[in-house]
């Protein structure tokens, strides 16, 4: 079975950093998937915001984070890291790490294959 596991949330100041984890399992074969980190804030749509390709490390970051989270993956590929920076209170969601065998050109909801459980983030002003 396919098990994607975030965590790592948490609550956090203005200006501060989190890494969020998303343990990975199950993808068959692995190369031919992407994990995808989305976000939801209440009342709000859930948007990609970065994406890593396993067949080549390839990685893609939205306009909202870039330069400020950057996306990883280790050698095993077992588990897909994101790393937030600077972060700010519109940064508050719910984020959840998915698979897609679509690449990391179409990240959205309706392109993910498999999900996790989310993982909430808060950051106070």
């Known amino acids: 079975d396919v098990q994607l596991q975030a965590s790592g949330g948490g609550l956090v100041q203005a200006g501060g950093s989190l890494r969020l984890s998303c343990a990975v399992s199950?993808?068959?074969?692995?190369?031919?998937?992407?994990i995808v980190w989305f976000r939801q804030a209440p009342g709000k749509e859930r948007d990609g915001i970065s994406c890593i390709r396993f067949f080549d490390g390839k990685t893609f970051n939205s306009e909202s984070v870039k330069g400020r989270f950057s996306i990883s993956s280790d050698n095993a590929k077992n588990t897909v890291s994101l790393d937030m920076n600077d972060l700010k209170p519109e940064d508050t969601a719910t984020y959840y790490c998915?698979?897609?065998?679509?690449?990391?050109?179409?990240?959205?909801?309706?392109?993910?294959?498999?999900w996790g459980k989310g993982t909430q983030v808060t950051v106070s002003s």
């Open positions: 998915a698979a897609t065998d679509r690449g990391c050109g179409l990240i959205n909801f309706y392109a993910m294959d498999y």
């Open positions: 199950g993808l068959t074969p692995v190369d031919d998937y992407s």
